[in-house]
């Protein structure tokens, strides 16, 4: 029982063409992360929201935003892929109040 | 930003043997956590310990916690094969901020 999906497994993308990569959950939980995981690299935190509040690291580049139209959905939208983009993108959920976070299988982006 | 440090960078055990890491962080926290990393796969959640605690156990693990020094460790005993993975500690901190150490990984020799 898959509870939180990302989609694609596998994206590759052209140097500066707009990429968006999706993240939906089944746990009904109020907290979403996005992590950028390079090789051999701990996740590195991007954004993540409680309910719809949403809060942006202050190192994220401006390339990254991100939406949360619900609660089940959040999407990372990088606007102008570079070759340093290229890495594993984790998005994870947690509950409130101190609870484990739940991670998809990840999407593995290749800027070509 | 990364919250912690995490040592070692990568441990070799054989089969059978404990393997022990240590996690350090930086700020004040909620609770600490470790998750498990199987190559090329999301993180799986292993254990969390809360600040008020000092010793938590689950299974093979076990996880320690002191706030005064800031760090953490974590024990896997009799180890197997299948924990050849990376470990990730996390620092779950103000406004649900979820941030991870740089990790250890090991390698458990048959």
Same mark, same amino acid.
């Given at each position: 029982?898959?509870?939180?999906?990302?989609?694609?497994?596998?994206?590759?993308?052209? +140097?500066?063409?707009?990429?968006?990569?999706?993240?939906?959950?089944?746990?009904?939980? &109020?907290?979403?992360?996005?992590?950028?995981?390079?090789?051999?690299?701990?996740?590195?935190?991007? +954004?993540?929201?409680?309910?719809?509040?949403? &809060? &942006?690291?202050?190192?994220?580049?401006?390339?990254?935003?991100?939406?949360?139209? &619900?609660?089940?959905?959040? +999407?990372?939208?990088?606007?102008?892929?570079?070759?340093?983009?290229?890495?594993?993108?984790?998005?994870?959920?947690?509950?409130?109040?101190?609870?484990?976070?739940? +991670?998809?299988?990840?999407?593995?982006?290749?800027?070509? | 930003?990364?919250?912690?440090?995490?040592?070692?960078?990568?441990? #070799?055990?054989?089969?059978?043997?404990?393997? @022990?890491?240590?996690?350090? $962080?930086?700020?004040?926290?909620?609770?600490?956590?470790? $998750?498990?990393?199987?190559?090329?796969?999301?993180?799986?959640?292993?254990?969390?310990?809360? #600040?008020?605690?000092?010793?938590?156990?689950?299974?093979?693990?076990?996880?320690?916690?002191?706030? =005064?020094?800031? #760090?953490? =460790?974590?024990?896997? @005993?009799?180890?197997?094969?299948?924990?050849?993975? =990376? $470990?990730?500690?996390?620092?779950?901190?103000?406004? $649900?901020?979820? =941030?991870?150490?740089?990790? @250890? @990984?090991?390698?458990?020799?048959?």
């Amino acid at each position: 029982d898959a509870m939180v999906i990302q989609n694609p497994r596998y994206q590759v993308t052209q +140097f500066g063409k707009p990429v968006t990569l999706s993240c939906s959950q089944t746990l009904n939980h &109020n907290v979403m992360y996005w992590y950028q995981q390079k090789s051999s690299q701990a996740p590195k935190l991007l +954004f993540h929201y409680y309910d719809k509040d949403f &809060n &942006n690291e202050a190192d994220t580049p401006d390339n990254f935003q991100s939406r949360r139209p &619900n609660t089940s959905f959040c +999407f990372l939208d990088i606007r102008s892929p570079g070759l340093g983009d290229a890495a594993m993108y984790l998005c994870a959920t947690s509950g409130q109040g101190g609870t484990p976070a739940f +991670f998809g299988q990840g999407t593995r982006l290749t800027v070509v | 930003s990364q919250q912690g440090e995490e040592d070692p960078q990568a441990l #070799s055990i054989q089969e059978g043997e404990n393997a @022990t890491m240590n996690c350090s $962080y930086k700020t004040s926290i909620n609770n600490l956590q470790w $998750y498990r990393q199987n190559s090329g796969r999301g993180l799986v959640h292993l254990i969390l310990i809360r #600040s008020n605690e000092r010793e938590k156990h689950s299974g093979r693990l076990r996880v320690t916690l002191d706030t =005064s020094k800031k #760090s953490s =460790s974590l024990l896997i @005993t009799a180890s197997r094969a299948a924990d050849t993975a =990376s $470990y990730f500690c996390a620092t779950d901190a103000v406004d $649900y901020k979820l =941030s991870f150490g740089a990790g @250890t @990984t090991v390698t458990v020799r048959a």
